[in-house]
């Protein structure tokens, strides 16, 4: 996985490319599921990863569904975990501190690309 950057794209639009302007800030391997994370850094001190996660989010749709239709009155203490099992693509950028400046923020815009 490479990383693009700094840039501001010329528009917004939902389909986009790589800027010709932008420099790789760095490149990672894709860590595989259910493993410590590779991680990458740059002369910058910029650290990076992608690594598949199971999803964090916790929801009980089959009892949700019931409570809507007014076959149930609340959820069960514990429920169901609809979405064992199911994973999320995480990637991460640490930047060090003198890069984000005195306001103490960072404006982002990220878009994730396959490679054509």
Do not use: C, H
Not at 1 to 9: I, Q
Not at 89 to 114: C, F, Q, R, Y
């Amino acid at each position: 996985m490479y990383f693009f950057g700094p840039v501001v794209p010329a528009i917004i639009v939902q389909n986009s490319t790589i800027s010709e302007m932008a420099s790789i800030l760095g490149q990672v391997v894709i860590t595989p599921y259910a493993s410590n994370a590779f991680t990458a850094s740059n002369s910058e001190a910029m650290k990076m990863f992608a690594i598949p996660r199971e999803d964090p989010f916790f929801m009980d749709l089959a009892r949700y569904r019931e409570i809507l239709a007014g076959d149930a009155a609340g959820f069960d203490n514990p429920g169901a975990d609809t979405f064992a099992g199911s994973n999320v693509l995480s990637i991460v950028v640490e930047d060090p501190k003198n890069m984000v400046g005195s306001s103490g923020s960072i404006s982002t815009w990220v878009g994730a690309k396959l490679k054509q």
